[in-house]
């Protein structure tokens, strides 16, 4: 029975694989992970170093199996998992593209509250409100949550999202100043996309999954305030951790959630 040609580039240490594929990348180390999860790893990679940017189509399968010096099919699966973690789209046609918070159906990702009647698109967009936005030293559980050292420089950005002119999410955001140098208050309110949009088409910085805490809480005076409820109004609290690229943490995100009118969604499978 044939067997696909190795490449004489492949190191003479990594393991031959079913069908006699081996990965073909000069220098690399002994790896005992299947083959397509090594190619996802090297295709990630390359969307963290900013090879193929958000929005941007990524080279077809044949031409990253010539790449690679692998099979089509093994680059197949690496991409059909890339797309289910939502990093890549598959569009019919046209090919693969980098997936990007602007586009429409990913747009609220991340979110969950939606209302008990309709549904996000139906509500429309948010009034978004910028409260503030601020540079600060990290306290030590700012800095433990986006593995920074206390005292190192963050952003902290308050604003608080309306529908139909009520006051419904007010949100504390945390981010590391460094990546996120720049960003003002000003950017913030005269960009009318989604925010992630925003950090990725000027900050070059794209979160691809994230961590949260849920519970329920009563305001403190200040949340109370802006969102215009009571003393004794019950809040949905929604602690998130954002994560970009090889599991760096980029934000994290306070959420007070006022649910009259609003429900908390989450799609499990």
């Not at 040609?5 to 002994?30: D, I, K, V, W």
């Not at 960009?191 to 925003?198: E, Q, S």
């Amino acid at each position: 029975m044939a067997t696909q040609p190795t490449s004489s580039l492949a190191h003479p240490a990594n393991p031959t694989y079913a069908g006699g594929e081996t990965l073909g990348m000069p220098g690399l180390t002994p790896a005992f992970s299947p083959l397509y999860q090594q190619i996802k790893g090297l295709i990630l990679k390359s969307l963290q170093s900013g090879e193929w940017k958000p929005g941007e189509s990524i080279p077809s399968e044949m031409d990253l199996a010539a790449r690679y010096r692998v099979s089509q099919g093994t680059v197949r699966k690496a991409i059909d998992e890339l797309a289910a973690d939502n990093l890549l789209v598959r569009r019919q046609g046209k090919g693969t593209f980098v997936a990007t918070h602007a586009e429409q159906h990913v747009q609220y990702r991340f979110l969950k509250l939606v209302p008990d009647r309709g549904n996000l698109d139906s509500e429309g967009p948010a009034q978004r409100e910028i409260v503030d936005c601020k540079r600060l030293r990290a306290s030590a559980d700012i800095a433990r949550a986006l593995a920074l050292r206390t005292g190192d420089a963050v952003l902290q950005v308050r604003r608080v999202l309306s529908f139909a002119g009520v006051p419904t999410i007010l949100e504390d955001l945390w981010l590391p100043g460094g990546p996120f140098k720049g960003l003002t208050a000003e950017r913030l309110a005269d960009y009318h996309g989604p925010m992630y949009a925003l950090f990725e088409t000027e900050f070059g910085v794209r979160m691809v999954r994230a961590d949260e805490k849920i519970r329920a809480v009563l305001p403190d005076e200040a949340q109370s305030h802006l969102l215009k409820v009571s003393a004794g109004t019950p809040l949905l609290s929604v602690e998130r951790v954002a994560f970009t690229y090889n599991d760096t943490p980029m934000e994290l995100r306070r959420g007070f959630y006022r649910t009259e009118s609003h429900h908390y969604h989450n799609a499990l499978s």
